[in-house]
Nanobody
Framework: QMQLVESGGGLVQTGGSLRLSCAAS?????MGWFRQLPGKEREFVAAISWSGGGTYYADSVKGRFTIARDNAKNTVYLQMNVLKPEDTALYYC????????????????????WGQGTQVTVSS
């Protein structure tokens, strides 16, 4: 059973930066980051293909967030810059399959594995 462990969350001021990490217990394929507020649905943030050659972002974070991966370390990263209060959420790492179809990678139901989440709070 694949295990994913996120780290790197915290409290930051508006305009600040954080880098989230997701360490996997084994080889992974397409990986995604999602976020969730209490009482709301988990929403797509970013995804990266197995090779790292493909990336995709939600419009709300495009130009501010960067997803990357190091397959030698089985780790995926989410660099978050110019953070805004509306970025405050519990951020989850997700492990998917080898597909790179847009309809799949933005859908939380397509992912097989999830981490426990790491809290990001942006103060105004």
């Amino acid at each position: 059973q694949m295990q994913l462990v996120e780290s790197g969350g915290g409290l930051v001021q508006t305009g600040g930066s954080l880098r989230l990490s997701c360490a996997a217990s084994g080889r992974t394929f397409t990986m995604g980051w999602f976020r969730q507020l209490p009482g709301k649905e988990r929403e797509f943030v970013a995804a990266i293909s197995w090779s790292g050659g493909g990336t995709y972002y939600a419009d709300s974070v495009k130009g501010r967030f960067t997803i990357a991966r190091d397959n030698a370390k089985n780790t995926v990263y989410l660099q978050m810059n110019v953070l805004k209060p509306e970025d405050t959420a519990l951020y989850y790492c997700a492990g998917g399959r080898s597909s790179w179809l847009l309809t799949n990678i933005v859908d939380r139901r397509w992912y097989d594995y999830w981490g426990q989440g790491t809290q990001v709070t942006v103060s105004s």
